[in-house]
């Protein structure tokens, strides 16, 4: 699963938002299909212009995703690279454009259910649930990084500072 982040969260959610208000959508077109509408939302380009970058490569996301190059300077590649920075993987591109990451399926409301592809609602639930999980991922890990799942231990807390020996309270 991706790294999970704020922007990549904000990203998912953003994207479904607009599909749910009617955004151009197109499975079959890198410009408005699953990956290429969030990239519209991670990069500010449109369709047409996502479209004529992605041209410049062979084959569908997943197929431009593995042959990634992150130094090639290929106007694809540079779109695969924002995809990247935000915390996605390749096998993360393929699972957003086909719908298939298992976690994300097995957390649908309703349970577990296969998803179509090329599905506007499917592609909304699907990018809704894995902003939920990554936030919920998110959350937990601030939750160990800051120990809050622990109380704090009082007994050891000196009320003395340690550099004038004077009780601070």
Avoid at 3 to 10: K, M, P
Avoid at 66 to 91: K, W
Wanted: hydrophobic fraction near 40%; proline fraction near 3%.
């Amino acid at each position: 699963m991706a790294n999970s982040n704020t922007f990549l969260i904000n990203a998912l959610r953003e994207t479904a938002r607009r599909l749910e208000a009617g955004a151009d959508y197109a499975w079959g077109n890198h410009g408005s299909c699953n990956c290429g509408n969030l990239l519209q939302v991670i990069t500010a380009l449109n369709r047409t212009e996502i479209l004529r970058l992605a041209h410049t490569g062979i084959g569908e996301w997943t197929e431009l995703a593995e042959d990634y190059c992150g130094v090639s300077n290929i106007p694809v590649d540079q779109l695969i690279g924002h995809l990247m920075e935000t915390g996605l993987t390749p096998s993360d591109i393929h699972n957003i454009e086909y719908l298939e990451d298992r976690a994300v399926l097995e957390r649908l409301p309703g349970g577990f259910r296969w998803l179509r592809r090329n599905e506007r609602a499917d592609v909304i639930v699907y990018l809704e649930t894995m902003a939920d999980i990554l936030e919920e991922n998110l959350l937990a890990e601030n939750k160990t990084l800051l120990n809050v799942s622990k109380p704090v231990d009082r007994t050891n807390i000196s009320l003395f500072s340690p550099k004038e020996d004077k009780v601070l309270a």
